[in-house]
């Protein structure tokens, strides 16, 4: 039987370049290699895409340096055009089958690469353009929660250029929300440019330092409870959730940032932890119904929490292309069902080819 090739593309130029770099690794030695011939395609920070000769280029960061380009044509072709800056008459037309994206935050997650693959008319891993656009912005996903019955945070949006008048930006928050409160980019991931503001100044340092990653701004209540996720799987009406894992950032964490998350060694996740009778059924349940609202495909992860004293579920946030590092709890969720991680990755790559992208 002929291989199929398929292009699993990573790196980005998101602030979560670093670890879809790790999260690649895991996912392309994963892939069986008798089904798929595999080509690995890394997009540097500053937007270059490069053919990447292999794995251990990606481990040991080699792969920034390549000649060889690779981009996806726009066309209905469906080609991967390959070729060297030492050779630059020769282009090779590679017909790809299906794509892996590997890519996390703004350019990879948020339906824009998406886009690009329905334009080529080639099946691809994970939710479309809506789903990802739509998820990656919190605005808006807030927007699609408040149609369903499940509690989320109460909020307050900001734009960029309204902080010119900072004092009515606070004023605002303030008069809607009580301190403490979170500050988060509408469409960065990881936690990248979060903040907690337990005062006026803090609230305008954490405001100044979202801009930094986005001009949409959402001021959010803070929820006292445990941080609970759990995956999703599927699409349509075959859509699947796992159990749910728990999340216990390092003690000294304000939250779960970006550094609790992946530089913390300890920061932990539990699989299956004890919870109130009917609250893990309630979470599963919930996330399924919010991927369906957001028309999601493939695989997300759902985040919770379950508040402090009333044991209330309470929504977060949905990530469509969540980690696969050592850590990452989506795989961990999985793998706990059953699903080791080449089964995993075979199944997701099954299901790109399900969805109609012609």
């Known amino acids: 039987m002929e291989k199929k090739k398929i292009a699993v593309i990573f790196g980005g130029r998101s602030s979560e370049h670093e670890v879809s770099c790790v999260s690649v690794v895991t996912i392309a030695k994963a892939i069986n290699k008798e089904k798929y ?29 390549s000649r060889s380009k ?76 408040d149609t369903l019955d499940i509690r989320q945070a109460k909020y307050v949006p900001v734009l960029k250029e309204q902080l010119a008048d900072m004092d009515a930006v606070a004023a605002r928050v303030e008069s809607e929300l009580d301190y403490p409160v979170f500050i988060k980019p509408s469409k960065a991931g990881s936690s990248k440019g979060v903040s907690k503001a337990c005062d006026r100044d803090m609230l305008i340092k954490g405001l ?70 009917g609250k893990e059924e309630e979470i599963r349940k919930n996330a399924i119904e919010i991927f369906k609202a957001l028309d999601g495909f493939g695989l997300s992860r759902v985040d919770f929490f379950l508040e402090k004293d009333t044991n209330c579920v309470v929504f977060n946030e949905i990530n469509t292309l969540p980690g696969f590092t050592s850590i990452s709890m989506y795989p961990m969720l999985w793998n706990a069902k059953g699903y080791d991680i080449e089964k995993l990755v075979d199944k997701l790559i099954d299901m790109a080819s399900l969805r109609d992208v012609h």
């Not at 037309?93 to 690009?116: A, C, R, S, W």
Request: charge should be negative; include cysteine.
């Open 208 to 277: 100044n330092e979202a801009a930094q990653h986005d001009y949409k701004i959402l001021v959010e209540e803070t929820i006292v409870g445990r941080e609970l996720e759990c995956a999703i799987m599927g699409y349509g009406t075959n859509v699947d959730a796992s159990g749910v894992g728990e999340i216990l950032a390092a003690g000294d964490a304000a939250f779960y940032d970006f550094d609790a998350k992946y530089n913390n060694a300890d920061s932990k996740t539990v699989i299956g932890p004890e919870l109130p009778d």
């Open 37 to 65: 011939d595999v080509m690995l395609v890394g997009i540097t920070k500053d937007g270059k895409w490069l053919l990447v000769p292999d794995i251990n280029a990606i481990e040991d960061g080699s792969w920034r340096e």
């Open 70 to 145: 690779a981009i996806i044509s726009p066309d209905t072709a469906g080609e991967l055009l390959v070729y060297n800056a030492d050779t630059p008459d020769k282009i090779d037309n590679v017909k790809l089958d299906v794509i892996f994206p590997v890519l996390h935050g703004m350019y990879g997650e948020d339906g824009t690469i998406q886009g690009l693959f329905e334009m080529a008319g080639v099946p691809y891993v994970g939710c479309g353009v809506f789903a990802s656009a739509a998820s990656m912005d919190k605005f808006y996903t807030k927007i699609v929660v």
